[in-house]
């Protein structure tokens, strides 16, 4: 603290706050500009503070491992840049935790002049941190204990006497995280979750329930006017292919088809990698009342859903599902009607599930089941059968309160570790760096997609550097155009090898600078199109913002800077070249279906990648950054 | 004859199928022979957000240059990523 700012140190910057639960006292100080220069914010500047405050030699619940979220440079005043992270050691996978939501809470947190908040200390009973216009309250959470998503979003807004999406915000755990469930998250709306790596659990290890935010929007003192520049990005965004014709008509689930064509849709647990055309994002179309967006974005991309039912519940409407839901849901489990994906993906909602973590657990487990591996005997005589809607939604429930087998699925891709099941069920775990696949896409066939994967800093997530462009054929057949949006050539074949290092690094870079000044994946240059916002918009929005400078080059180091913390702090974790890899099956496996039947990943091949990957990213053999630049960053951080 | 499926975003320009009776040999003469009865198609399908699958068979490059045959079912499919 003592060598932290105690004013502003740029236009617009917000304090970090500093929460002891267990004291019940706060601190507040500003992110060294230095810091900001070298990480931005965010994403970014969490990992500044994660680096300073990680002691390994404690383990990922302890109360004095911080709990860090953190807003971007831009969050909350640019068109579509409405996101934050959120940061810790994973319980999950015992690596790096970072995750990002958008909705509300990362914009409203700024709204009340937080950019960062550092939780630590376990509070003495179920606590609300509760922040309006600014002033931070420690309120009893017990009355909201045992709460799910739904019903805590209704009492909150009637105790507070706030409106959703006009002032009032909130981040909560639901039962799942107030048990320890390692595949919950940290609930950021109706639908959004920080949801990669055990949040909600590790949010529940703090006896933190919620935090709130109630304050009018607001205007930011800026360096300089940005709204017109905002009209600019606005325009680009509207204008973009697939966010006019995809993300703001249908969502992401367009995806499916594609991916199931390809003989890429990870199916029972990638035994298979194709499955009914009944998932199509058409067949969403009957069940889809509208689309809703997160805070100043016009995109409008979360899609609602209404299931019409005779005899509706409380899971008859909700938001979403997403692509990944809809993937891990159902040809994951072998589940074939949209009905129940929708019914499933509420219900995960409500509970504060990550869809991608509690897919990922429950197909290891059934394919276990189905292996003789596990049998009545685990289970409590409940029977694993893939396509079983029914039991999946069972079972749901028993993770959320760690019930009888849903106790064992709570401890997700570390089941085996702590005992539930025998070793050789690491054989068939779907998994990287102990997290479980994100995107269902089984990626034997595209191998920057693979690569990517095997290195994301965060385990086995495509969010982080996804090179989606390699499947778009009018990219591959312009070899000028994709040297010129990866920084050089990257081979046409999607399941070549050849130079996809280079599409990996270039997505890595400009994902890490948008989440730290929060803008939003979906609209990230790389991720979808080539057309959409990227170094250029941001470097200029960031001087009409806060005044600080930047080339998009400089930005794009802040980038590999980002993604070199992350790997100092996975580095301390015991993280090395040996787990930058993918799952056993796809080395082993061939693609059973498709125009790439028979691809699988080539050991050699693939650790050749990895290593022209390490030399592109400056990083040494064991995938950490070299001594100078090792140095370099050591001394941004002050450390 | 070959048969062109398009998704949603092309119904206002093409409705939900075009058929082609012109004799091609490839998919840049099929989309050329589009153009003829659709103006503005082939620039719409230059969008690199769409993929095109003959029979069920998506295709990831080299796409003008492959074959197609009388009988295809020719799609165009949006292809992106999600979350």
């Not at chain 1, 603290?1 to 236009?11: C, K, L, W």
């Not at chain 1, 420690?138 to 409106?163: H, Q, S």
């Not at chain 1, 699988?600 to 400056?618: G, H, N, P, T, V």
Request: hydrophobic share 40%.
């Amino acid at each position: 603290m003592a060598e932290m700012p105690r004013t502003p140190e740029f236009p617009s910057q917000g304090a970090t706050l500093f929460v002891d639960l267990e004291r019940r006292e706060t601190l507040t100080a500003y992110t060294p500009v230095g810091v900001t220069r070298t990480l931005l914010a965010g994403r970014g500047a969490n990992m500044y503070y994660l680096y300073r405050l990680l002691d390994e030699t404690l383990s990922p619940l302890h109360p004095d491992i911080p709990l860090i979220f953190g807003s971007g440079l831009l969050t909350g005043l640019v068109p579509s840049a409405a996101r934050g992270n959120c940061t810790s050691w994973s319980p999950e996978s015992g690596v790096l935790l970072d995750s990002n939501a958008g909705d509300y809470f990362p914009s409203f947190m700024r709204m009340n002049g937080f950019d960062h908040l550092v939780l630590y200390g376990k509070a003495a009973a179920w606590t609300m941190l509760m922040i309006r216009e600014g002033v931070v309250t420690f309120e009893d959470g017990t009355p909201y204990a045992g709460l799910d998503n739904i019903d805590m979003r209704d009492a909150v807004a009637r105790d507070t006497g706030g409106k959703w999406a006009r002032n009032l915000a909130m981040v909560n755990i639901t039962r799942a995280g107030e048990n320890g469930v390692l595949t919950s998250g940290i609930m950021g709306g109706p639908k959004a979750i920080y949801a990669r790596g055990g949040p909600g659990a590790k949010m529940g290890s703090l006896g933190l329930k919620g935090i709130v935010t109630i304050a009018q929007t607001r205007e930011f003192p800026t360096a300089q006017p940005y709204k017109p520049y905002n009209r600019v990005i606005a325009q680009k965004l509207l204008a973009t292919s697939v966010v006019k014709n995809a993300l703001s008509v249908t969502g992401t689930p367009f995806l499916y088809k594609p991916s199931r064509l390809l003989g890429a849709m990870g199916t029972k647990n990638n035994q298979e990698t194709t499955w009914s055309d009944g998932l199509d994002a058409q067949h969403f179309d009957q069940y889809r009342p509208g689309m809703e967006g997160c805070f100043r974005c016009p995109v409008n991309c979360r899609p609602l859903n209404d299931l019409h039912s005779a005899a509706p519940d409380k899971y008859d409407k909700g938001d979403g599902p997403e692509y990944v839901t809809v993937g891990k849901f159902g040809p994951n489990l072998g589940v074939d009607s949209v009905e129940s994906v929708i019914r499933l993906n509420n219900i995960c909602n409500d509970l504060g599930l990550d869809t991608a973590s509690t897919g990922s657990a429950l197909g290891w487990a059934f394919e276990l089941f189905q292996r003789g591996i596990l049998t009545v005997e685990h289970t409590g005589g409940l029977e694993l059968q893939w396509g079983d809607a029914a039991m999946i939604e069972r079972l749901l429930f028993m993770m959320s309160v760690r019930e009888g087998f849903g106790n064992v699925l709570a401890d997700s891709m570390r089941a085996a570790e702590k005992g539930h099941y025998p070793p050789e069920a690491m054989q068939w775990r779907i998994a990287v760096k102990g997290l479980g696949q994100s995107d269902p896409h089984d990626a034997r066939i595209l191998k920057a997609f693979a690569l990517g994967l095997a290195v994301a800093t965060r385990g086995m997530d495509h969010l982080r550097n996804r090179a989606t462009l390699e499947i778009n054929a009018r990219i591959n057949d312009n070899p000028a155009f994709k040297a010129e949006l990866y920084g050089g050539p990257v081979s046409a074949e999607p399941n070549s090898y050849a130079q996809k290092e280079r599409a990996v690094r270039a997505c890595e870079d400009i994902y890490a600078v948008g989440d730290s000044v929060g803008m939003c994946r979906f609209t990230t240059k790389l991720f979808n199109s080539p057309s959409l916002p990227g170094l250029e918009e941001f470097r200029s929005q960031l001087a009409n913002v806060t005044g600080l400078q930047f080339t998009a080059d400089e930005l794009e180091q802040c980038g590999l800077n980002v993604m070199g913390v992350e790997r100092l702090i996975n580095h301390r974790l015991g993280v090395g070249r040996k787990d930058d890899t993918l799952p056993a099956r796809w080395f082993d496996e061939p693609n059973p279906a498709g125009p790439y039947k028979g691809e699988k990943i080539d050991r050699q091949e693939f650790d050749a990648m990895l290593s022209r990957f390490y030399e592109i990213s400056r990083l040494t053999s064991e995938g950490v950054p070299k001594d100078e630049w090792r140095k370099q960053l050591a001394g941004a951080l002050g450390a | 004859m070959i048969t062109v499926n398009f998704p949603a975003a092309f119904h206002s320009l093409a409705g939900s199928s075009v058929t082609v009776r012109e004799s091609v040999s490839t998919v840049g003469q099929l989309v050329q022979a589009l153009d003829r009865l659709v103006p503005g198609i082939a620039k719409e399908l230059a969008d690199p957000l769409y993929n095109i699958a003959i029979n069920d068979e998506i295709l990831l490059h080299g796409v003008d240059a492959r074959l197609v045959n009388d009988g295809d079912v020719v799609e165009v499919i949006p292809s992106m990523a999600g979350g």
